[in-house]
């Protein structure tokens, strides 16, 4: 059974440039899988943040971009605020079902 | 701008079956995926399944034997039946659209397993 893999934790400093990635098991990631972040603070419901690699959806500020790094895809947040304290979970699609990572705890400090 | 919510039964008894609707307003269901997710307290999301406003459905493979989702596009909502629920089952679940990723979402129900 193919596993979505995340950092489990993650620090950034504020004004900091953090990247989380999201791979695979076994294999790369690709713009095939259409690799999508959700952004979730505790009691929330998540938000999404990018869609298919790296569209950003409807309201989310410019610092926040999405890639494919290596075999791996990436959220990349320039410029983290405090705000930005949050879990992050992707999610790849694999033909008829998503697969969601485990998620990271991102801390700015 | 759409928007979804969910609804039901916030406590379920342990072998019985999770009963759960997701109303869409702001926009049709015709024409979209629709999926549930869930989370338990302090666990990660769970993608469940979804549904298309067909009534086709894809479900996450671990809960396959135990899920099923219909949708109903006169009253623009769509449902989830899971059966023999224990107490793992205990979780928020949350409503949402998006083919590839979940674009759309509630703002979720605490659903709890208990006798």
């Known amino acids: 059974q193919t596993v979505v893999t995340q950092e489990p934790s993650f620090s950034v400093s504020p004004g900091g440039t953090v990247t989380l990635t999201c791979g695979l098991s076994?294999?790369?990631?690709?713009?095939?899988?259409?690799p999508s972040w959700y952004q979730q603070t505790p009691g929330q419901a998540p938000r999404t943040l990018i869609h298919?690699?790296?569209t950003r959806s409807s309201g989310v500020p410019d610092r926040f971009s999405g890639s494919i790094l290596g075999n791996k895809a990436a959220l990349t947040i320039t410029g983290a605020q405090a705000d930005d304290e949050s879990d992050y979970y992707c999610?790849?699609?694999?033909?008829?079902?998503?697969?969601f990572g485990g998620g990271t705890k991102l801390t700015v400090l | 701008q759409v928007q979804l919510q969910e609804s039901g039964p916030g406590l379920v008894k342990p072998s019985e079956t999770l009963s759960l609707t997701c109303t869409v307003s702001?926009?049709?269901?015709?024409?979209?995926?629709w999926s549930w997710i869930r989370q338990a307290a302090g666990k990660g999301l769970e993608w469940m399944g979804r549904?298309?406003?067909?009534?086709?459905?894809n479900y996450n493979p671990s809960l396959k034997s135990r899920v099923t989702m219909s949708v109903d596009t006169s009253k623009n909502q769509f449902s989830l039946k899971m059966n023999s629920v224990t107490a793992a089952d205990t979780a928020v679940y949350y409503c949402?659209?998006?083919?590839?990723?979940?674009?759309?979402w509630g703002q979720g129900t605490l659903v709890t397993v208990s006798s």
């Open positions: 702001g926009g049709s269901i015709s024409g979209y995926y």
């Open positions: 076994s294999g790369s990631v690709s713009t095939g899988y259409y």
């Open positions: 949402a659209r998006g083919q590839t990723a979940m674009v759309y």
């Open positions: 298919s690699t790296n």
């Open positions: 549904i298309y406003s067909s009534g086709s459905t």
């Open positions: 999610v790849l699609y694999m033909g008829s079902v998503m697969v």
